[in-house]
């Protein structure tokens, strides 16, 4: 596992494919701020929740020069069916391989009631223009986590 990008620190370079037949990548997004965030899983209670919370603020975000990007392990194919059921408005790239949730230090081992296995600390980068991190949430817990996001992009 690789170490996280700190406050300062360059984001990682990472180009992966959304549900929408494209690439999704930092170098695409050049000149804007960027919102990451990665979630464990397509369709669970807390990730729909979160993914409706920034589609719902999306306008907002775009008034703040801020794309959102949600990254997961799931297949195009998954968050194409995710979208869809929920109205997403966001883009959704599928790192089924792991390199970003790597470089991003997202890919932890979690312990759930005493069995551990490897999954996706839910967690959220801002990224400034520059393509700088300028802030990031661990451990995300979703309610006013949209709300306390946009806020600091607005901020930036």
Known sequence: MSQSPDVGDKAPAFQLPTDGDEEISLKKLKGKKVVLFFYPRDDT??????????TD???AFKRANTE????????VEKHGKFRAKHNLKVVLGSDTEGDALNDYGVWVEKNMYGKKSMGI???TFLIDEKGIVRQVWRKVRVPGHVEEVLEAAKAL
Do not use: N, Y
Not at 45 to 54: N, S
Not at 68 to 75: A, F
């Open 68 to 75: 959102i990007v949600g990254i997961s392990k799931d297949t």
């Open 57 to 59: 603020k999306l306008s």
């Open 121 to 123: 600390q839910r967690s």
């Open 45 to 54: 209670p807390g990730c729909t929740k979160e993914a409706i919370g920034f």
